[in-house]
Nanobody, 123 residues
Framework: VQLQASGGGLVQAGGSTRLSCAAS????????MGWVRQAPGKQRELVAH???????NYADSVKGRFTISRDNAKKTVYLQMNSLKPEDTAVYYCNAEVLALTESSAFEASRSWGQGTLVTVSS
């Protein structure tokens, strides 16, 4: 299973950007999907998480500004980021709780991670 993240880059404060993360592989089912971020010198923190039924939760610091969504048919999770602040600058990692079929035809549950994408918000 692989997660490929895209989006991000340099954004001005107050601006918007959208991150995408597509899962691929012998996937049987994807349960929760989410985004975490790690700012320079800080610990990784949860940004947003969305369950398979669309139920979402957010870190207090991004509530009302960020929106997480998913397209189950495309096995993709999105993070729409509005009203960006310099403190949102971080590497953003997507993750997914995946049930996959292995080469030996066994089911394997795991949490997969994307490679990280940098979002830099300039003041």
């Amino acid at each position: 299973v692989q997660l490929q993240a895209s989006g991000g880059g340099l954004v001005q404060a107050g601006g918007s950007t959208r991150l995408s993360c597509a899962a691929s592989g012998n996937i049987v089912r994807i349960d929760g999907m989410g985004w975490v971020r790690q700012a320079p010198g800080k610990q990784r923190e949860l940004v947003a998480h969305i369950q398979s039924d669309g139920t979402a939760n957010y870190a207090d610091s991004v509530k009302g500004r960020f929106t997480i969504s998913r397209d189950n048919a495309k096995k993709t999770v999105y993070l729409q980021m509005n009203s960006l602040k310099p403190e949102d600058t971080a590497v953003y990692y997507c993750n997914a709780e995946v049930l996959a079929l292995t080469e030996s035809s066994a089911f394997e549950a795991s949490r997969s991670w994307g490679q990280g994408t940098l979002v830099t918000v300039s003041s």
